[in-house]
């Protein structure tokens, strides 16, 4: 016999998709972004790494035909020093989080299951982090240890995973009570088999949203740093970009593109990712679904033809 | 305790006593003194009013009572293994393989991001763990199709299953790693009384064909006249009564006894009017000094103010906790 099997997994992720305009949004911005990262070489006009020699005509030049989008102090094209910027970005985001999940989800799920002492000692411990402001922590650690892209990444994501371990740490403490695991439980199963199969996988939809907003949190903290001249002097970012502009005469001269253009950089990419987290959020969480309480369009077959043709 | 020429109990419990501490200076007992036995294929019934431990003294089996609960006293002897002798790790090759217990309202014992397939099997590979795949599904699909579910439907998630098939996949899970004892613990509470028939004569032919011993925990005094063999009545944590169906059902000892059958509607007489017993179960926190049933009791003297009955052994299997029965034998 065939039954009708409503769509799980993937797929339903993908059709609950459909009408999500704002991670659609979120998706697009994104993509845009890792493509120019990605096709930076064949994108961009000239190559920023490249050694240019320089006329004082060409400092803070205006976007003209040769640079779209004018030249920076140094005489170097914005729009390809932009288009280079989006690597780093992208690249400390993605790692910083990764790091910062893997910790987070570590510490929160063995300190929601485990409880007793050893949660005391973990959550007091992301306690002490969260209070230590992130920024001048990272600015100490990345001024005792070289300013390289990899430190850069490390010192983000250890000091990043505050929030995703409270956030895991709840989760865990709930589907921890449920029925299933103490059926878990009495089947045999020790903790290593429970927390694989019965905690992390209802833990992880809650990750998989939260290291969205990680990711652009982390972004913003490596402009920060780049802009503070803490980043990785031989790579172009936008954090850097800004720095440069704004610290070598960018804004006196009226040089509002070498300004502009990374800030619209970061703005576009946190804004996307803050997009796709909501909608990640919407498809993932079940509790702000409304099909089982409203009637949707499809519902209801009465009316339709041949619908109706049961009554004598 | 069981006479010669009775054949050994598969599972004998001798005075378990469970208690809560909620904090170090609280003790709730829980379950206090009490005693029954198991014997192959056999059903026993287990029936009190809520909250009156019986779902702690089935969790204490398995020693899988919350953190905390103690089991302070007592034996629970598995094949003469005393279960509460062993280590941990011991005592999770007894749970399932051995003892399988389906819990009360099934739509939670069921992981609901993993299919019902997987969750099955889980059972299996758990005690066996280089099962090849091929067997692994074969067992899977005919212990669903033993419980009448279509293997088809194996790849589903729990919420595409109703909730009399999502209990009937609990039963196809205990029976996964063929258990000599199967703990139902309402087994049909929140289902409506056509499925209720249902999955209870599926427990109660399973029973039958693997011969399996069923302790069903229940509120309703119908279905373990129908298909128990013995039933323990408990009150408050204590044994009330203890006995063989006809026994408890046509010559019962304790007051409690007595009432709660009279409760209960006899379709022979559709017109008598029920009893109800007055009053409500003593708190934990508040047990009375004497008997604990003593304050709703319309048969107590004094003595029962001031003294807890012990447990007097009637005859063989057959106990009740009730000055009333001393000296009777």
């Given at each position: 016999?065939?039954?009708?099997?409503?769509?799980?997994?993937?797929?339903?992720?993908?059709?609950?998709?459909?009408?999500?305009?704002?991670?659609?949004?979120?998706?697009?911005?994104?993509?845009?972004?890792?493509?120019?990262?990605?096709?930076?070489?064949?994108?961009?006009?000239?190559?920023?790494?490249?050694?240019?020699?320089?006329?004082?005509?060409?400092?803070?030049?205006?976007?003209?035909?040769?640079?779209?989008?004018?030249?920076?102090?140094?005489?170097?094209?914005?729009?390809?020093?932009?288009?280079?910027?989006?690597?780093?970005?992208?690249?400390?985001?993605?790692?910083?989080?990764?790091?910062?999940?893997?910790?987070?989800?570590?510490?929160?799920?063995?300190?929601?299951?485990?409880?007793?002492?050893?949660?005391?000692?973990?959550?007091?411990?992301?306690?002490?982090?969260?209070?230590?402001?992130?920024?001048?922590?990272?600015?100490?650690?990345?001024?005792?240890?070289?300013?390289?892209?990899?430190?850069?990444?490390?010192?983000?994501?250890?000091?990043?995973?505050?929030?995703?371990?409270?956030?895991?740490?709840?989760?865990?403490?709930?589907?921890?009570?449920?029925?299933?695991?103490?059926?878990?439980?009495?089947?045999?199963?020790?903790?290593?088999?429970?927390?694989?199969?019965?905690?992390?996988?209802?833990?992880?939809?809650?990750?998989?949203?939260?290291?969205?907003?990680?990711?652009?949190?982390?972004?913003?903290?490596?402009?920060?740093?780049?802009?503070?001249?803490?980043?990785?002097?031989?790579?172009?970012?936008?954090?850097?970009?800004?720095?440069?502009?704004?610290?070598?005469?960018?804004?006196?001269?009226?040089?509002?593109?070498?300004?502009?253009?990374?800030?619209?950089?970061?703005?576009?990419?946190?804004?996307?990712?803050?997009?796709?987290?909501?909608?990640?959020?919407?498809?993932?969480?079940?509790?702000?679904?409304?099909?089982?309480?409203?009637?949707?369009?499809?519902?209801?077959?009465?009316?339709?033809?041949?619908?109706?043709?049961?009554?004598? | 305790?069981?006479?010669?020429?009775?054949?050994?109990?598969?599972?004998?419990?001798?005075?378990?006593?469970?208690?809560?501490?909620?904090?170090?200076?609280?003790?709730?007992?829980?379950?206090?003194?009490?005693?029954?036995?198991?014997?192959?294929?056999?059903?026993?019934g287990?029936v009190?009013?809520?909250?009156?431990?019986?779902?702690?003294?089935?969790?204490?089996?398995?020693?899988?009572?919350?953190?905390?609960?103690?089991?302070?006293?007592?034996?629970?002897?598995?094949?003469?293994?005393?279960?509460?002798?062993?280590?941990?790790?011991?005592?999770?090759?007894?749970?399932?393989?051995?003892?399988?217990?389906?819990?009360?309202?099934?739509?939670?014992?069921?992981?609901?991001?993993?299919?019902?397939?997987?969750?099955?099997?889980?059972?299996?590979?758990?005690?066996?763990?280089?099962?090849?795949?091929?067997?692994?599904?074969?067992?899977?699909?005919?212990?669903?199709?033993?419980?009448?579910?279509?293997?088809?439907?194996?790849?589903?998630?729990?919420?595409?299953?109703?909730?009399?098939?999502?209990?009937?996949?609990?039963?196809?899970?205990?029976?996964?790693?063929?258990?000599?004892?199967?703990?139902?613990?309402?087994?049909t509470?929140?289902?409506?009384v056509?499925?209720q028939a249902?999955?209870l004569?599926?427990?109660?032919?399973?029973?039958?064909?693997?011969?399996?011993?069923?302790?069903l925990?229940t509120h309703d005094l119908g279905v373990v006249a129908e298909i128990c063999?013995?039933v323990?009545?408990?009150?408050?944590?204590?044994?009330?009564?203890?006995?063989?169906v006809?026994?408890?059902y046509?010559?019962?000892?304790?007051?409690?006894?007595?009432?709660l059958i009279?409760a209960f509607p006899n379709l022979a007489?559709?017109?008598?009017?029920?009893?109800?017993?007055?009053?409500?179960?003593?708190?934990?926190?508040?047990?009375?000094?004497?008997?604990?049933?003593?304050?709703?009791?319309?048969?107590?003297?004094?003595?029962?103010?001031?003294?807890?009955?012990?447990?007097?052994?009637?005859?063989?299997?057959?106990?009740?906790?009730?000055?009333?029965?001393?000296?009777?034998?």
């Open positions: 016999m065939d039954y009708y099997v409503p769509p799980t997994g993937f797929k339903s992720v993908l059709l609950k998709l459909r009408g999500n305009w704002l991670a659609w949004a979120g998706i697009v911005m994104l993509l845009t972004t890792v493509i120019l990262a990605v096709f930076a070489p064949r994108i961009a006009p000239y190559d920023p790494y490249a050694d240019i020699k320089v006329s004082i005509m060409d400092i803070y030049a205006p976007p003209s035909a040769q640079h779209l989008l004018g030249t920076d102090d140094a005489g170097r094209d914005v729009l390809s020093n932009f288009i280079y910027g989006a690597r780093v970005s992208l690249i400390v985001g993605f790692f910083a989080a990764f790091i910062s999940v893997v910790i987070g989800g570590l510490i929160g799920i063995s300190a929601g299951f485990f409880g007793g002492k050893i949660e005391l000692i973990l959550m007091r411990f992301t306690d002490i982090m969260l209070v230590i402001p992130d920024l001048p922590l990272a600015v100490v650690l990345v001024a005792l240890t070289s300013p390289s892209l990899g430190n850069i990444i490390f010192v983000i994501g250890i000091l990043g995973w505050t929030t995703t371990a409270r956030l895991v740490r709840s989760q865990t403490l709930s589907v921890k009570e449920r029925k299933f695991v103490l059926r878990a439980r009495a089947i045999g199963s020790g903790n290593a088999h429970i927390i694989r199969r019965h905690i992390f996988p209802l833990v992880l939809p809650l990750m998989v949203a939260n290291s969205v907003l990680v990711i652009s949190l982390a972004i913003l903290e490596e402009s920060t740093l780049s802009f503070l001249g803490l980043g990785d002097p031989t790579m172009v970012s936008w954090g850097q970009m800004l720095n440069y502009a704004f610290t070598r005469g960018g804004v006196s001269s009226g040089a509002w593109w070498a300004l502009v253009m990374p800030g619209l950089g970061i703005v576009w990419v946190v804004l996307g990712l803050t997009f796709l987290g909501h909608g990640l959020e919407q498809i993932f969480n079940p509790r702000l679904e409304a099909h089982h309480l409203s009637v949707g369009k499809n519902m209801v077959v009465r009316g339709k033809e041949g619908a109706g043709d049961v009554q004598p | 305790m069981s006479s010669p020429k009775n054949p050994p109990a598969l599972l004998e419990v001798r005075n378990l006593s469970v208690e809560f501490m909620p904090n170090k200076n609280t003790h709730l007992k829980a379950v206090q003194d009490v005693s029954f036995s198991l014997h192959e294929g056999e059903l026993l287990l009190g009013e809520s909250g009156c431990g019986k779902t702690t003294m089935m969790l204490s089996l398995l020693r899988l009572l919350p953190e905390a609960g103690r089991i302070t006293g007592g034996k629970i002897l598995y094949r003469n293994q005393d279960l509460l002798d062993l280590e941990e790790s011991q005592m999770s090759d007894y749970r399932w393989k051995e003892i399988a217990i389906i819990f009360q309202g099934a739509m939670n014992a069921l992981n609901p991001v993993r299919t019902v397939h997987d969750q099955i099997a889980e059972a299996i590979t758990c005690h066996e763990l280089k099962t090849p795949k091929e067997k692994l599904d074969t067992r899977v699909n005919d212990l669903l199709e033993m419980v009448g579910i279509p293997a088809s439907r194996g790849s589903q998630y729990p919420f595409q299953f109703s909730g009399g098939m999502r209990q009937r996949v609990m039963i196809a899970m205990a029976l996964a790693c063929s258990p000599s004892i199967v703990i139902a613990d309402e087994p509470t929140a289902l409506d056509m499925i249902q999955i004569e599926l427990l109660q032919e399973l029973s039958r064909q693997l011969g399996l011993a069923v302790i925990v063999d013995h323990l009545v408990m009150y408050a944590g204590v044994t009330a009564e203890y006995g063989d006809d026994t408890i046509n010559h019962p000892v304790h007051p409690y006894t007595q009432n009279k007489n559709p017109l008598d009017s029920l009893i109800s017993i007055p009053g409500y179960p003593p708190r934990l926190d508040a047990l009375p000094a004497g008997c604990r049933f003593e304050p709703r009791c319309l048969k107590a003297f004094d003595r029962c103010k001031i003294d807890q009955p012990p447990v007097y052994e009637l005859k063989d299997r057959h106990q009740a906790s009730c000055f009333l029965v001393e000296g009777q034998k």
